[in-house]
């Protein structure tokens, strides 16, 4: 399993990034897919997911509204759409699958939002 996040950056407060996610060595197109993000100093913590077809997503509180996912299987890929961004949302992104009850982790891809 490789997942590969690309698309991070600075941008400032107000701005809009597109994070991609590039998937291989599983069947793409037969899972769900995640986003998480790690602020410094903080934890991990659960951004959003998108179910194996893309016909449903769930965020968290903290970017509904804001952030969008979506997914492309004929390319096997997902996308994470951050719009209206905050300093808070600045961390590492990072996407993630679930196989057979182990998760696998991209490498990160690091937002900076600044004021």
């Known amino acids: 399993v490789q997942l590969q996040a690309s698309g991070g950056g600075l941008v400032q407060a107000g701005g809009s990034l597109r994070l991609s996610c590039a998937a291989s060595g599983f069947t793409f197109s037969a899972v769900g897919m995640g986003w998480f993000r790690q602020a410094p100093g903080k934890e991990r913590e659960f951004v959003g997911q998108?179910?194996?077809?893309?016909?449903?997503?769930a965020y968290a509180d903290s970017v509904k509204g804001r952030f969008t996912i979506s997914r492309d299987n004929a390319k096997n890929m997902v996308f994470l759409q951050m719009n209206s961004l905050k300093p808070e949302d600045t961390a590492v992104y990072y996407c993630a699958v679930e196989i057979t009850s182990r998760r696998y982790w991209g490498q990160g891809t690091l937002v900076t939002v600044s004021n």
């Open positions: 998108i179910n194996w077809s893309g016909s449903s997503a």
